[in-house]
């Protein structure tokens, strides 16, 4: 695609469900990353990818959330037994490759709600 | 740990006037990147410009440039000839420049350009 693309655009559950959230990098991208962006405030890292391998996963805020890449492309992030406190916008971004300063290339994010 | 910090919650200016938005950091690393991005109400975030710590020269990208003082750790962001268009949430992030390859951002600076 021409974009990183973000599905479902927005996402409204029940405090304790389940939920997950897709995130289609651009093609080649080998690099991808996942931000929680809180109202009115700026984004914050939650995880990061590189290839099939979280190389950093130190912004998880609780075992609540996880995220798998298992073919190195297309990323999901799961969040078990929702609160309110997880409503947010859920940015994902990807590049080129890390160790370079390479542009991250953001989607459009989901918007979490949880009721 | 470091932080960025956007000590302007809203700014504006007339169409076709000069706006300066601040940032400051805290780093005790002596090379790092730093970004201005650009949030429009459809949430996906665009890198405006960027600045690498070991140049002295400040960067600039059409109408936009900075004004980088290393050692007052300050970034802030030039917007000449304003236009409608540049209306938008604006952030300023903080990179490593080895390691990490995770954004760390500011609060933002929300932008209106008034006609």
């Known amino acids: ?115 | 740990a470091q932080t960025v910090t956007q000590s302007q919650p809203e700014m504006s200016v007339q169409e076709a006037e000069t706006v300066t938005l601040s940032c400051t950091y805290d780093t005790s690393e002596s090379d790092y990147y730093l970004f201005w991005y650009k949030q429009p109400p459809s949430r996906q975030m665009i890198l405006v410009i960027r600045q690498e710590a070991y140049k002295q020269q400040n960067a600039t990208e059409n109408r936009f440039s900075v004004n980088f003082q290393k050692a007052a750790k300050s970034f802030s962001l030039k917007i000449s000839d304003s236009q409608l268009g540049d209306a938008a949430m604006y952030f300023c992030a903080y990179r490593r420049f080895q390691g990490a390859q995770k954004l760390v951002f500011g609060q933002g600076t929300r932008l209106t350009i008034n006609p």
């Open chain 1, 1 to 115: 695609g021409a974009g990183v693309s973000q599905t479902p655009s927005n996402k409204v559950t029940e405090k304790g469900k389940y939920v997950e959230l897709r995130c289609d990098p651009i093609s080649g991208h080998t690099a991808l990353y996942w931000y929680r962006q809180s109202l009115g405030q700026g984004p914050e890292f939650l995880i990061y990818f590189q290839g099939t391998g979280a190389a950093d996963d130190s912004g998880l805020p609780n075992d609540r959330f996880f995220a798998v890449r298992p073919e190195g492309s297309v990323s999901t992030l799961k969040i078990q037994r929702t609160e309110r406190g997880d409503s947010a916008v859920y940015l994902c971004a990807s590049s080129l490759r890390s160790g370079l300063v390479d542009e991250q290339f953001f989607g459009p994010g989901t918007r979490l709600t949880v009721l």
